[in-house]
Nanobody
Framework: QVQLVESGGGLVQNGGSLRLSCAASGSIFSINAMGWYRQAPGKERELVAFIISGGTTNYADSVKGRFTISRDNAKNTVYLQMNSLIPEDTAVYYC???????????????WGQGTQVTVTS
């Protein structure tokens, strides 16, 4: 069984910062990629950022230059440092991990429970 536990969401003023964390635990053989999606009320879930095992990162245009994704492979943990937050960043943020639970097994995606980020104007 694999679990992803998120933390770090909350309420922040326009221009503020938050740091999200997501730790994966359980029967994990290897993690290929970890990342974050978000979903605002009435909108579809959108990719925010991801990082692959080699360290390559990718960001949505809307967060480039403001958000930074990083990863601690030893802890199976991914972080999302969010700076210069704006009200449009308000959403539930979900982390995911694309991982294998056994050698030569399929890569499957697992999700966290979501954490609310609210930016006030």
């Amino acid at each position: 069984q694999v679990q992803l536990v998120e933390s770090g969401g909350g309420l922040v003023q326009n221009g503020g910062s938050l740091r999200l964390s997501c730790a994966a635990s359980g029967s994990i053989f290897s993690i290929n990629a970890m990342g974050w999606y978000r979903q605002a009320p009435g909108k579809e879930r959108e990719l925010v950022a991801f990082i692959i095992s080699g360290g390559t990162t990718n960001y949505a245009d809307s967060v480039k230059g403001r958000f930074t994704i990083s990863r601690d492979n030893a802890k199976n943990t991914v972080y999302l440092q969010m700076n210069s937050l704006i009200p449009e960043d308000t959403a539930v943020y979900y982390c995911y991990a694309a991982l294998m639970v056994r050698a030569m097994g399929p890569t499957q995606r697992y999700w966290g429970q979501g954490t609310q980020v609210t930016v006030t104007s």
